[in-house]
């Protein structure tokens, strides 16, 4: 098998480069259709519901706690509903 100089593959990564920006471009555009919204902008509402849902995470059960403490009529069952 032949090997290839630095300058040929040099060359190759190039375009190989050129097809994945053309690419991601194509996607972006695709999702601006879609939803509205390029990459970046998807990628940081995600981060936000992701970070929302984890703080709702640790308010619920720091809450859930509290509520079982102060609501359970008999030790070792679950609050009441009210």
Do not use: W
């Not at 290839?4 to 060359?11: A, E, F, R």
């Not at 190039?14 to 996607?27: H, I, P, S, T, V």
């Not at 970070?51 to 008999?74: A, P, Y």
């Amino acid at each position: 098998m032949k090997q290839k100089n630095v300058m040929d593959l040099v060359q190759e990564l190039q375009e190989e480069n050129d097809k994945l920006q053309g690419l991601y471009k194509l996607f972006n555009s695709a999702c601006k259709l879609e939803f509205g919204m390029d990459i970046k902008a998807i990628h940081n509402t995600l981060e936000k519901v992701q970070k929302f849902e984890q703080d709702r995470t640790k308010r619920g059960s720091i809450g859930l706690t509290e509520q079982s403490e102060s609501k359970s009529d008999v030790k070792g069952q679950p609050p009441l509903l009210h």
